[in-house]
Structure formats: structure tokens, C-alpha cells
T-cell receptor, first 114, second 112 residues
Framework: GAGVSQSPSNKVTEKGKDVELRCDPISGHTALYWYRQSLGQGLEFLIYFQGNSAPDKSGLPSDRFSAERTGGSVSTLTIQRTQQEDSAVYLCASSLTPQGGEQYFGPGTRLTVT | GNSVTQMEGPVTLSEEAFLTINCTYTATGYPSLFWYVQYPGEGLQLLLK?????DKGSNKGFEATYRKETTSFHLEKGSVQVSDSAVYFC???????????FGGGTRLMVKP
């Protein structure tokens, strides 16, 4: 079956612009996760959704970052007023349930802020 | 909080050599442990996992044993191939299952 998909695969934006990154999880997976992979910070957890609610937003690095999930499926990560330090690969993952921990990752969106 | 420490790379080996990538962790409770692999140009893939002490995860000739007494989950393979060249990440998940904590990654390069 189809895996986790993300779009766009690459995004170049100017500093100060807003960007939206999209994630389509595996059908039927109730849990959805966003991570960020950057050279200096490795793989960092950003936010987690169970259904449409986000009980854990602890990893969002600033209030410029927000995420939503609708219909228990697609999720959008929005970064407002992008900064150069936001440049990274943004990874989305989904799992059937939160417990058990087997998360399946998408290919990522490479964000470059110029 | 939770943390994962793995040996820094790159690790360079000749084909058919024995591989060990060390991983140790700090966590409260009883986490599940994972190894993920990222091949060049591809996304993260789950390689193997172990959910409780003394469990051994194995896949594609790789294996790792959950050692609670040493808080370790070292990755091993008896004979590496060029196609194993990738970045390997050790990770754990907390009891609530809502986030993976990753180590820094170890790049493996296998030369023919």
C-alpha cells in the first residue's frame, strides 16, 4: 500500500515568508508525528497528533511554528516569517497507534530559507 | 529526560567485515528501542526493534539486543556489504509512545 507522502519535496523561500508543508499519512494510521532533521541538531521531535488533537506540542521551536490535522488524516506544518535557521529537512511519520512505536516515515521536505 | 548516544562516524569498513555500532540510552520507565537506517537519497526506514529487556531484534542480517543492565542496544552485522552503506540511527520511544528520541546517527561506508 501507499506509504507516507509529503509535499513539496523541496521548497526554497525567502527569509520572512510563510511556508506550508503537507503530510499524507498511511491510511488508517491514527498517530502522526513531525520531526526536523538538520546538520547541527540531528533529528528533533516537533509535534504529535492523535487523531486531530495535538496533546504534545513540546518540540515546536517557537511560536512561528504551528501544525494542524484535519479529518484524522492530512496534516499541515506552517512556519511563519521563516528564518535561515529554519532550513532543514522536515519529516513526517505515522503509526497505527501511539503505543508500540513503529513509526513509518515519509521522504521529507527539504526547506531552504535564503 | 530521555537521551540516546551513539558512536560518531564515519565508520569505514571493507566488504565482509564485522560491524558494531554502539548505542546507549537514558530513559525513565521501560522504553522500546529501535534502529532506523537512511540510505543515500532516501527516507528513514525501520531496520529492527526490541520492546523489552533481553529481546533481540533482527533484520537483513543485522541484530541488536536490548540490554537493560548496561542500557545499551548495540547494532551488529557479521558481514557487511557495499549496499549497507547508509546512516544508522538508534532511537527510543517513551512509555506514552508519542515521540522518538534519536541518537546523532552513524554513517557507515563499506568499500569493495
Amino acid at each position: 500500500g501507499a506509504g507516507v507522502s509529503q509535499s513539496p519535496s523541496n521548497k526554497v523561500t525567502e527569509k520572512g515568508k510563510d511556508v506550508e508543508l503537507r503530510c499524507d499519512p498511511i491510511s488508517g494510521h491514527t498517530a502522526l508525528y513531525w520531526y526536523r532533521q538538520s546538520l547541527g541538531q540531528g533529528l528533533e521531535f516537533l509535534i504529535y497528533f492523535q487523531g486531530n488533537s495535538a496533546p504534545d506540542k513540546s518540540g515546536l521551536p517557537s511560536d512561528r511554528f504551528s501544525a494542524e490535522r484535519t479529518g484524522g488524516s492530512v496534516s499541515t506544518l506552517t512556519i511563519q516569517r521563516t528564518q535561515q535557521e529554519d532550513s532543514a529537512v522536515y519529516l513526517c511519520a505515522s503509526s497505527l497507534t501511539p503505543q508500540g512505536g513503529e513509526q513509518y516515515f515519509g521522504p521529507g521536505t527539504r526547506l531552504t530559507v535564503t | 529526560g530521555n537521551s540516546v548516544t551513539q558512536m560518531e562516524g564515519p565508520v569505514t569498513l571493507s566488504e565482509e567485515a564485522f560491524l558494531t555500532i554502539n548505542c546507549t540510552y537514558t530513559a525513565t520507565g521501560y522504553p522500546s528501542l529501535f534502529w532506523y537506517v537512511q540510505y543515500p537519497g532516501e527516507g528513514l526506514q525501520l531496520l529492527l526493534k526490541a520492546t523489552k529487556a533481553d529481546d533481540k531484534g533482527s533484520n537483513k542480517g543485522f541484530e541488536a539486543t536490548y540490554r537493560k543492565e548496561t542500557t545499551s542496544f548495540h547494532l551488529e552485522k557479521g558481514s557487511v556489504q557495499v549496499s549497507d552503506s547508509a546512516v544508522y540511527f538508534c532511537a527510543l520511544i517513551n512509555n506514552a509512545g508519542n515521540m522518538l528520541t534519536f541518537g546523532g546517527g552513524t554513517r557507515l561506508m563499506v568499500k569493495p
